[in-house]
């Protein structure tokens, strides 16, 4: 008897744990889906102030190229009136002018590096905004899935799906796995065109500045030529005749310094000169009991 009962509890420790086994083999969540990464957009970062990326290129190029003041002022200097002018003056506007061409000229190489590095960031710009598209649609296609998928398996897996739920588990970390790789390289690419939007944006800013003050001396200049066609010259005595610079006292009071009276003839001095109110932009003038400043 006492055989007897032994044997009937032992089978019934092994039909207890049978049942254990079967029942935690169905539930649970099983593999878990792992979390899915959002892919960042190229958006200009907090903090960037007065840096608008082009949308159309070569900008500075095209504005340095047909710069409106540098026109009207090449339109003056080839006026009939410049031939009405004394001659020294007519020399010295036409130096002056072929100056600031030059200036334009020499800003032109820095234009178009600049502008070669915005319209890169454009096209990484673009190439981001489509790539996020795309990631994003990948994204809403997983989630719709990782849905369907807890609606079937979730809070347990039933007896019928269990190996069902377990190899689509499997699936779908794959997938999300696969996404969130890309989507790191995505971001990476994003912060790396953030860090390359920051670095351009303090030297277009000097530089456009370097164009702004430019122009505006053209601008002075072209009125200065105005100024001298209108007859508002006057005529400068000679002071002080150095081999390299030569000084001249004027009725309105400045004192001007002109290191180049003659072109190719530095060391030669006239003993007068004619010049607007408004001297041109290559004289340094200050007044009489002054030092004489450079433009």
């Known amino acids: ?36 990464v959002t892919a960042d957009a190229p958006a200009l970062p907090k903090g960037v102030v007065g840096l608008e990326i082009a949308t159309t290129h070569t900008r500075l190029q095209s504005y340095l190229s047909n710069n409106g003041a540098l026109n009207q002022m090449s339109g003056l200097l080839r006026d009939s009136r410049m031939g009405r002018l004394p001659l020294e003056l007519q020399k010295r506007l036409q130096a002056d002018g072929a100056e600031f061409a030059r200036e334009r000229d020499v800003m032109l190489p820095d ?19 489509a790539n996020k598209a795309k990631l994003d649609a990948r994204l809403t296609e997983l989630d719709r899935q990782g849905a369907e998928h807890e609606a079937a398996c979730l809070p347990t897996h039933p007896p019928e799906r269990h190996a069902w739920c377990v190899e689509n588990a499997r699936r779908l970390n794959a997938l999300i796995g ?67 610079e030569c000084i001249y006292s004027c009725p309105s009071g400045e004192t001007v310094a002109l290191a180049f009276p003659v072109p190719g003839e530095p060391s030669s001095c006239a003993a007068s000169i004619l010049h607007s109110p408004r001297p041109p932009a290559r004289l340094m003038h200050g007044q009489k009991e002054g030092a004489i400043n450079a433009r």
């Open 111 to 129: 234009a178009a590096n600049l502008d070669q590095e915005d319209t890169g960031l454009v096209i990484r710009r673009d190439e981001l905004t």
């Open 1 to 36: 008897m006492t055989i007897r009962i032994l044997f009937l509890v032992m089978s019934l420790t092994v039909v207890s744990q049978s049942a254990e086994f079967d029942q935690g083999k169905f539930e649970g969540m099983g593999p878990p889906l792992i979390p899915r």
């Open 178 to 244: 696969r996404y969130n790789a890309d989507v790191k390289v995505h971001n990476d690419a994003v912060a790396k065109w953030k860090d390359d939007v920051s670095s351009l944006q303090p030297r277009w800013d000097v530089f456009v500045q370097k164009i702004i003050d430019w122009e505006n001396q053209v601008k002075v200049f072209i009125e200065t030529i105005k100024k001298a066609f209108d007859g508002g010259a006057e005529i400068c005595t000679l002071v002080n005749p150095p081999l390299v």
